[in-house]
Structures are given as C-alpha cells and as structure tokens.
C-alpha cells in the first residue's frame, strides 16, 4: 500500500525529471531508465513508455525516430510548451521544498 502511494507521488517528480533531460538534449527510453535507476527510481519500460507517450500527447515532448545500428530508436526533446511547465514546475517545486525541508 505504501508503495503504491509513494509511486504516485513521484510520478510528478519523474515528470519534472524526464523534461530537465529532454530540455538539456534528446534521449531514448532505455537512458532513461538507466537514468532514473541511478536516482533510486527502478522503473520498467512498460511504465516508462506510456508516461513518455502522455507526455508527448500533451505537447510537452516531442518524438523523433533515428536509425541506430540498423534500428529505430525514439528520442524525446521537451517542446516549448514543456519548458514552461518545467520553469513553472521547478518554481512551485522550490517553494515546497523549502517549506517542508525541516
């Protein structure tokens, strides 16, 4: 049970996560992993994935597919709409943040 509510709310923190990379440069589903792994999120692709697709649904993401090695990779860059959400997301966060830190 608790797990199931800690997942939720960082869902939005692997959120705002996701857009700094893609804001910093594109990246594919499998880096990402890797990347959130290394942050103590374990997270599958058959969670990442459909996040990555809602995100791109919103227009906070956009999808471009590159040929690597003989094989389609997608990689993820943050549209405009997604960096102000992210400016907009990292004022609110900080804000919270100091208020709960103690």
Do not use: C
């Not at 692709?45 to 997608?74: C, D």
């Amino acid at each position: 049970m608790q797990d199931k509510i800690l997942r939720k709310f960082f869902l939005g923190f692997i959120q705002i996560h996701i857009l700094h990379h893609a804001k910093k440069e594109p990246f594919y589903g499998s880096w990402m992993i890797e990347e959130l792994s290394e942050h103590g999120y374990n997270m599958s692709p058959g969670t990442l994935y459909p996040i990555l697709h809602n995100m791109e649904s919103s227009g906070l993401l956009e999808k471009e597919e590159r040929i690597i090695e003989g094989k389609v990779r997608k990689y993820y860059k943050i549209t405009q709409l997604g960096d102000e959400v992210l400016k907009e997301a990292r004022n609110k966060a900080y804000e919270l943040f100091k208020e709960i830190k103690d």
